[in-house]
């Protein structure tokens, strides 16, 4: 339900249009009344009304003044100038306020409640463009790490074109000045996951950087700085070689590659750090490579992995997951899990699991032992508002609107 709130020094103009709006809209408005410009501000800063009539001339403040102060406090507040005055010499001022919409009394009911719809849409379509733009954000926190990676093997690799390196920077706005690589090898039996877990928490002290998937054995750190920047190489290498074997209780071996500029900069020092490990260029693709070779070799070898991989997530699907767990459970490297997810499965990691729990969650909405917020928990969403946003996305009806539905289903059996 919208709050309307109507200001009007005359208490019969306020009841009369209030009238008109139940009669015209019922059912739509909560309606709060104000009597002056300061009753009126006060009452939009209590109750966030999403429209408000305004009379012009009222005692003390002012309806333009009190537009002028609401608006300050509440930017999408959509407002309808209400006044027996000749409106033009006014018009100057509302215009740079803001204001909607005019209306001249006595107040014609199909007029009132033709504005009203009006602004109703314009509040509707602004709404679905804040979901969408939640929906994008969400999505985009999600794939940054999955980019992070992406550019991260992409830096690593031989073969690689300019266009996917700078797309990949596009995605992450990053712009490198000058930087240089760090190549990690670990010594003896880890779990891949949480030695790239520790290297991103430990690169956090740093001002830019990301890191890729564990490789095998390998995996590299990019660290980009400002132009003259502090920063030596071998120094954070040794710093990095030291953490991780106090983390993990196993060797590491680190080597950093020399200070450069520009993005085959960062390419070229990540070739020199591997160097300095003894290991090269073309030895590297051939690991990273390995898991995609093998697997588009075997078709069914392919599938036994997305049918591993879709147990997991449905194992676990009540808790946070990501997609860098999920491939590291298979053994693959993110970016190329990811393809071989939305190839074999007919959608992508997110969406997947967004359906697994929607439909845990209308499952668990038709039984009625839990609470709509107890469900949303139960079903690995932090946030209730999100939850619903992400429901009704997905069924067309909110999660309240689904059980009503369920309960109508159950009488009607």
């Given at each position: ?12 103009e306020?009841?009369?249009l ?15 009344h104000?009597e ?21 001339k ?7 003044e ?9 930017p ?9 005055y ?14 909607n919409?005019?209306?001249?009394k ?7 409640a ?12 602004e ?56 190549a ?28 890729s ?5 390998h995996a ?6 400002e ?7 071998d ?18 071996q ?13 390419r070229?020092?990540y070739?020199e ?7 090269t260029?073309?030895l590297?693709?051939?690991?990273m ?26 194992e676990?699907?009540?808790q946070?997951?990501?997609m860098?767990q ?19 499965v ?5 969406d997947?699991?967004?359906r ?6 209308k ?37 309240t ?6 309960d109508?289903l159950?009488q009607?059996?």
């Amino acid at each position: 339900m919208y709050r309307l709130l109507i200001a009007d020094d005359e208490a019969l103009e306020r009841e009369g249009l209030e009238f008109i709006i139940q009669q015209m809209l019922p059912g739509t408005f909560q309606i709060i009344h104000a009597e002056n410009g300061r009753v009126a501000i006060q009452r939009a800063e209590q109750h966030r009304p999403h429209i408000v009539l305004m009379d012009i001339k009222m005692p003390g403040i002012e309806g333009l003044e009190a537009i002028r102060q609401m608006k300050e406090r509440n930017p999408g507040l959509k407002t309808v100038l209400v006044t027996a005055y000749d409106y033009f010499s006014y018009a100057q001022q509302a215009i740079s306020l803001g204001v909607n919409e005019y209306i001249l009394k006595p107040a014609k009911r199909e007029l009132v409640a033709n504005v009203l719809r009006k602004l109703l849409q314009e509040l509707e379509m602004e709404e679905n463009k804040r979901e969408q733009s939640l929906e994008r954000q969400e999505k985009l926190s999600q794939l940054m790490p999955l980019v992070e990676s992406e550019l991260a093997i992409l830096l690593m690799s031989d073969a690689v074109l300019e266009i996917e390196l700078e797309q990949a920077m596009s995605l992450l706005e990053l712009q490198i000045d000058e930087g240089f690589a760090i190549a990690i090898v670990g010594e003896g039996d880890m779990d891949r996951r949480k030695v790239v877990y520790a290297l991103k928490n430990y690169g956090r002290t740093m001002k830019t950087n990301f890191v890729s998937p564990m490789i095998g054995r390998h995996a590299a750190m990019f660290v980009t700085l400002e132009k003259n920047a502090e920063e030596n190489p071998d120094t954070v290498a040794l710093r990095i070689k030291l953490f991780l074997e106090e983390q993990f209780n196993i060797g590491f071996q680190t080597a950093a590659g020399s200070l450069e500029q520009g993005i085959e900069g960062l390419r070229r020092s990540y070739r020199e750090a591997l160097s300095a490990l003894g290991g090269t260029g073309s030895l590297l693709k051939e690991e990273m490579e390995w898991n995609t070779q093998q697997l588009g070799q075997d078709r069914e070898q392919m599938l036994r992995v997305i049918d591993r991989a879709k147990a997991w997530i449905k194992e676990r699907y009540h808790q946070e997951l990501s997609m860098e767990q999920a491939a590291d459970y298979v053994n693959l490297n993110p970016f190329y899990f990811s393809k071989l997810f939305k190839k074999h499965v007919g959608e992508t990691f997110i969406d997947y699991l967004t359906r697994l729990r929607i439909d845990k969650a209308k499952d668990l909405i038709g039984r009625e032992e839990l609470s709509l917020k107890e469900v949303c928990y139960e079903v690995g969403y932090n946030d209730p508002n999100y939850f619903s946003r992400v429901f009704k996305k997905v069924t067309g009806m909110s999660p309240t609107e689904h059980r009503s539905f369920v309960d109508r289903l159950k009488q009607g059996s």
